[in-house]
C-alpha cells in the first residue's frame, strides 16, 4: 500500500535536537491526522486538519508543531523532546474528516 | 471525554478456535469502525458499522454494533496464523475524530 506516506522510517534523535516528520497522501483525500502510539497504549489523536484547517489540537505538548501547508502534506515539528515521546508516530488521512482512515506505515522515534 | 476499552487485552488461541473481542464505549456511538494492525505494521481499515443492531460479515470475521450503540464486537471462526495482529475499535467523538480503542492482541498458535 503506497495511498499514505511518512519518512523517515526511522528516527533517532537527542533531546536538544530539532527534527521533522513528512507524510504524504496520493488519495486525494482532505483530511490529516497525526497519532501517537506507545507501548501499551491505545491510539492517541494528536492533531485534525480538515482542508489544511487544523480542526483538533489534543492537549498536545508545545513540542510538537504541526504544519499543513496543502491537503496533500503533513509536517509534524520536533523539537526539545523528552525520553517518553518515544513512540511510533502515525499518520492517517481520510477523504473528509470523520470519515475512514488509511494509515501510514509510521515513523518509529526514539528520544535518547 | 469519551473512552472506549476492549476486552482482552491478549488473547492466545489455537489455530481453527474462535475468537471474540469487545468494544465498549463511556458514550453512546454515531458509528464504530475496526481496524487491524499486524505486528510491524500499521492500522489497517476492516469496516463500519452505522446502526444500533446492524451485523456485517467479511468471511471469517462477524462485526456486530449492539443495540445501545455504545458496544461492539468482532468475532474471528476458526482463526488461522493470517489472523495474528492487533484489533482496535474506533468510536466516532463529534464530527472530527475517532477516539481509539485499547485494542486485542491475538496470537494464533499453529
Known amino acids: 500500500e503506497t495511498g499514505v506516506t511518512q519518512t523517515p522510517r526511522h528516527l533517532v534523535m537527542g533531546m536538544t535536537n530539532k527534527k521533522s516528520l513528512k507524510c504524504e497522501q496520493h488519495?486525494?483525500?482532505?483530511?490529516m491526522y497525526w497519532y501517537k502510539q506507545s507501548a501499551k497504549k491505545p491510539l492517541e489523536l494528536m492533531f485534525v486538519y480538515n482542508f489544511k484547517e487544523q480542526t483538533e489540537n489534543n492537549s498536545v505538548p508545545s513540542r510538537f508543531s504541526p504544519e499543513c501547508p496543502n491537503s496533500s502534506h503533513l509536517f509534524l515539528h520536533l523539537h526539545t523532546l523528552q525520553p517518553e515521546d518515544s513512540a511510533l508516530y502515525l499518520c492517517?488521512?481520510?477523504?473528509?474528516?470523520?470519515?475512514?482512515?488509511?494509515f501510514g506505515p509510521g515513523t518509529r522515534l526514539l528520544v535518547l | 471525554g469519551q473512552q472506549v476499552m476492549q476486552i482482552p487485552q491478549y488473547q492466545h488461541v489455537q489455530e481453527g478456535e474462535d475468537f471474540t473481542t469487545y468494544c465498549n464505549s463511556s458514550?453512546?456511538?454515531?458509528?464504530i469502525q475496526w481496524y487491524k494492525q499486524r505486528p510491524g505494521g500499521h492500522p489497517v481499515f476492516l469496516i463500519q458499522l452505522v446502526k444500533s443492531g446492524e451485523v456485517k460479515k467479511q468471511k471469517r470475521l462477524t462485526f456486530q454494533f449492539g443495540e445501545a450503540k455504545k458496544n461492539s464486537s468482532l468475532h474471528i471462526t476458526a482463526t488461522q496464523t493470517t489472523d495474528v495482529g492487533t484489533y482496535f475499535c474506533a468510536g466516532r467523538e463529534g464530527t472530527y475524530k475517532y477516539i481509539f480503542g485499547t485494542g486485542t492482541r491475538l496470537k494464533v498458535l499453529a
Open positions: 492517517a488521512s481520510s477523504l473528509t474528516s470523520g470519515e475512514t482512515q488509511y
Open positions: 458514550t453512546t456511538l454515531s458509528n
Open positions: 488519495l486525494g483525500h482532505n483530511a
